[in-house]
């Protein structure tokens, strides 16, 4: 879908935590590189794998005997290797493409069962909620487990990595 901006318009385009779901990424960049002006920056974030993503990598293990939806959880994180993001946009004809790593941590205060119940509000959640009694229980012991051991001081902390791409548009 074009985006809705004259081209050569825009200075600066960001896409964050979204360009590994478009269905056509080399259009995309291509589109990114028409809005903007020479000189103009394309600025895009997509996730590391989710092995490198602490609070998610450890949903993703506890359900290891769930394929469906642990590939399901895993599916923003898995979608964007950075050669792949770093090609769209050197093809695009985009100068002075660079790819950094950034980590941050995903914190919850409120310790290991606040880190469980937000696993709830996911897009996995439905798929939890109708678990048995018994493999929900299952879920969350396995879970729990990965939680304590990233909970200090009552707080539950865990790294998110992020791929960041900048691109400079020189024509």
Same mark, same amino acid.
């Given at each position: 879908t074009p985006l809705e901006l004259d081209s050569e318009s825009a200075d600066v385009v960001y896409c964050q935590q979204g360009f590994q779901f478009f269905p056509d990424r080399q259009s995309a960049a291509a589109e990114m590189f028409r809005v903007l002006r020479p000189g103009g920056t394309a600025v895009v974030s997509t996730w590391c794998p989710v092995d490198r993503c602490v609070y998610f990598g450890a949903i993703h293990d506890a359900l290891c005997d769930e394929h469906e939806i642990a590939d399901r959880i895993a599916v923003p994180f898995n979608h964007m290797p950075a050669a792949e993001l770093e090609a769209h946009f050197a093809s695009a004809g985009f100068a002075d493409v660079a790819i950094e790593t950034h980590s941050a941590d995903m914190v919850f205060t409120g310790? =290991? *069962?606040? %880190? !469980? =119940? #937000?696993? +709830? %509000?996911?897009?996995?959640?439905? *798929? !939890?909620?109708? +678990?048995? $009694?018994v493999k929900k229980t299952a879920f969350r012991e396995t879970l729990l487990t990965t /939680?304590?051991? /990233? #909970?200090? $001081?009552?707080v539950t902390t865990g790294r998110l990595e992020s791929i960041v791409l900048t691109a400079r548009r020189t024509s």
């Open positions: 310790g =290991a *069962q606040q %880190a !469980l =119940a #937000t696993v +709830f %509000a996911t897009p996995i959640g439905p *798929q !939890l909620r109708a +678990f048995s $009694d /939680l304590n051991e /990233l #909970t200090h $001081d009552g």
